[in-house]
């Protein structure tokens, strides 16, 4: 069975960095980029960053830019999320998705807020 699942969200204050890991298994995982998305309720789901298949290449959405990384280890089937310098627009739930050959997969998410 397909799974990805994401740990790591909490409460964290502006300014503060929190690492989300997004835990793949059931499918061979350096076939698929992976991305990141977020969602805060009331609004439309919004794309974070993305990872090729072997790593060699990632880009962030300009909001986080400069602030967050996605690093993915193949040999662990994991990929991450590093956030730092954390806003308040940073909160919502950030879930992880795997994209490849014609497939796509999502996690459940992990909630992230950031507040004094």
């Known amino acids: 069975q397909v799974q990805l699942v994401e740990s790591g969200g909490g409460l964290v204050q502006p300014g503060g960095s929190l690492r989300l890991s997004c835990a793949a298994s059931?499918?061979?995982?350096?076939?698929?980029?992976m991305n990141w998305f977020r969602q805060t309720p009331g609004k439309a789901r919004e794309f974070v960053a993305a990872?090729?298949?072997?790593?060699?290449?990632?880009i962030t959405a300009d909001s986080v830019k400069g602030r967050f990384a996605i690093p993915r280890d193949n040999a662990n089937n994991t990929v991450d999320l590093q956030m730092n310098s954390l806003r308040p627009g940073d909160t919502g739930v950030y879930c992880c998705?795997?994209?490849?050959?014609?497939?796509?997969?999502w996690g459940q998410g992990t909630r992230v807020t950031v507040a004094s």
């Open positions: 998705r795997a994209v490849g050959g014609g497939r796509n997969y």
């Open positions: 059931g499918f061979t995982f350096s076939s698929y980029a």
């Open positions: 990872i090729t298949r072997g790593g060699a290449d990632s």
